[in-house]
């Protein structure tokens, strides 16, 4: 049974492109973290509070405070929704692009895993597009 009643041949191709999405999402957030990390500067910032975004307030991104070694301070939203690991006040190292520096990273270790599970979601949706195009041509059962 497919998303359309039965296998659909849109249904692989709906799983390859989400894959290619959480692909492209996994590239852009590696691509930013090893920039930021390579030539970046240290900071000691603050979670100042959470922006919510949509009407039933389920994403929330910590807003991060903090001042650059130039003495500007710094108030923007962090890019990956984890405000489960974070409280409002809490400190934590932030390593900044000194040419943008509203283009950080938060240097914590537990937020890591955050970007690897768009590749690991990426991933489990090829498997799966593979396995709706093979059991189309009954190569295999469901």
Same mark, same amino acid.
């Given at each position: 049974?497919?998303?359309?009643?039965?296998?659909?041949?849109?249904?692989?191709?709906?799983?390859?492109?989400?894959?290619? !999405?959480?692909? $492209?999402?996994?590239?852009?957030?590696?691509? @930013?973290?090893?920039? %930021?990390?390579?030539?970046?500067?240290?900071? #000691?910032?603050?979670?100042?509070?959470?922006?919510?975004?949509?009407?039933?307030?389920?994403?929330?991104?910590?807003?991060?405070?903090?001042?650059?070694?130039?003495?500007?301070?710094?108030?923007?939203?962090?890019? !990956?929704?984890? $405000?489960?690991?974070?409280?409002?006040?809490? @400190?934590?190292?932030? %390593?900044?692009?000194?040419?943008?520096?509203? #283009?950080?990273?938060?240097?914590?270790?537990?937020?890591?895993?955050?970007?690897?599970?768009?590749?690991?979601?990426?991933?489990?949706?090829?498997?799966?597009?593979?396995?709706?195009?093979?059991?189309?041509?009954?190569?295999?059962?469901?």
């Amino acid at each position: 049974m497919g998303v359309f009643g039965p296998l659909h041949i849109l249904d692989p191709l709906i799983c390859f492109v989400l894959a290619a !999405v959480c692909f $492209a999402i996994y590239r852009n957030l590696l691509i @930013k973290s090893r920039r %930021v990390f390579a030539s970046g500067e240290q900071a #000691e910032g603050w979670v100042s509070g959470f922006l919510e975004t949509y009407t039933d307030r389920t994403l929330k991104f910590p807003v991060i405070r903090f001042m650059t070694k130039d003495n500007h301070w710094i108030t923007a939203t962090y890019d !990956v929704t984890t $405000a489960w690991s974070f409280k409002k006040g809490q @400190k934590l190292a932030v %390593v900044y692009n000194k040419e943008n520096p509203e #283009e950080f990273e938060v240097k914590e270790g537990s937020l890591a895993w955050v970007k690897y599970l768009f590749l690991v979601v990426g991933g489990a949706l090829v498997v799966f597009g593979t396995m709706l195009i093979l059991q189309s041509f009954s190569i295999i059962s469901l």
